[in-house]
């Protein structure tokens, strides 16, 4: 959903197409709370996107109106954080938080390093060992190593390994964010047993959920992803407490990584991550969701864990 104004007005916006302004407003401190960084300064190269370093983001995010941002370490550059930690210094660490991907071999003082640089948590991508840069056996021990720090686990795992390790993950010691929504699969949805742990760990204060990635899982496909809302809806509607843990956040750069449809054609802004724009909250307050978009994505990057207390205007 986009502004009436003639888009041909508008400079194009990397990883959108148009770049009017949304109709509806984002509210103050809002944050993006999933995007990618993609830079040809940093090792490997990495042929596509072209068009995803900081300086896209800053064109997209001031379309979008979004001020604050966590950023997820691509597996493009497997361990090596330096491009994820630089987009937090360029961005500002007032606004900016990051996600890195470790191993077992990290050590302490990396782990204080990345922090220092406004690191809040660790991201497993696990769905293809062939590909993968970690595994599943190597969350518990790295949780156990980063619950001190207040850090979070990620989670980029199919719904299938989500029921499968589900009595690892209720035994992990610090909060989880599950991304794309759990990646249900479809037709099953929320009939999955994947939706049934995540709504556990959620409705006892250990999990977040973003909603995010609903070009990833859709048959409808564009420009309503009407599956995918319903699946999105349902999270929103198990987390009424908005001043607890038992939240979500929406995240829409993830553009930057996955800006094209099966098609090849260019995603509209109103068909990725923030398609929570175009109603995926029509059936909660505005306030309801202002919130998921400023003071959710700061509980679960906060600026550091002895700082929680004023995390609300932290990325």
């Known amino acids: 959903m986009t502004s009436t104004h003639n888009s041909s007005a508008h400079p194009t916006v990397p990883n959108s197409s148009g770049g009017e302004r949304p109709k509806l407003k984002a509210p103050a401190n809002a944050a993006d709370c999933h995007i990618h960084i993609y830079d040809p300064r940093f090792q490997p190269p990495v042929a596509k996107p072209s068009n995803a370093t900081v300086d896209d983001y800053r064109l997209l995010q001031k379309r979008i109106g979004v001020t604050r941002v966590v950023i997820v370490q691509p597996r493009n550059y497997a361990t090596d954080n330096s491009v994820t930690v630089d987009a937090i210094r360029r961005l500002g660490i007032d606004n900016a938080r990051g996600v890195a991907v470790v191993r077992p071999t990290v050590t302490d003082v990396e782990l204080k390093t990345l922090n220092d640089g406004g690191i809040r948590g660790i991201r497993f991508t696990v769905a293809n060992p062939q590909t993968a840069v970690v595994s599943v056996d190597m969350i518990e021990p790295l949780a156990k ?39 249900l699969p479809l037709p099953a949805g929320l009939e999955h047993p994947a939706y049934g742990v995540i709504r556990s760990l959620v409705d006892k204060g250990r999990a977040w959920v973003k909603i995010s990635g609903a070009y990833l899982n859709t048959k409808i496909g564009p420009p309503t992803y009407a599956d995918a809302t319903t699946i999105a809806q349902a999270y929103v509607k198990a987390a009424p407490d908005l001043r607890s843990a038992r939240n ?40 309801g969701f202002a919130r998921k978009l400023t003071d959710n994505p700061a509980q679960h990057a906060p600026k550091s864990r002895s700082s929680r207390a004023g995390t609300r205007r932290q990325a």
């Not at 619950?147 to 209720?170: C, S, T």
């Not at 996955?258 to 098609?263: A, K, L, N, T, V």
């Not at 991550?273 to 059936?283: A, D, E, N």
């Open 145 to 183: 190593r980063i619950a001190g720090l207040g850090w979070h686990v990620q989670l980029n795992m199919p719904a299938e390994q989500i029921v499968e390790h589900a009595d690892m993950l209720r035994r992990l010691p610090t909060q989880i964010v599950f991304d794309h929504m759990g990646q």
């Open 248 to 287: 979500v956040g929406a995240g829409g750069g993830d553009a930057q990584s996955h800006s094209r449809g099966e098609s090849g054609s260019p995603l509209r802004f109103s068909e990725v991550g923030l398609i929570v724009f175009t109603g995926l909250f029509c059936s909660s307050s505005w306030i």
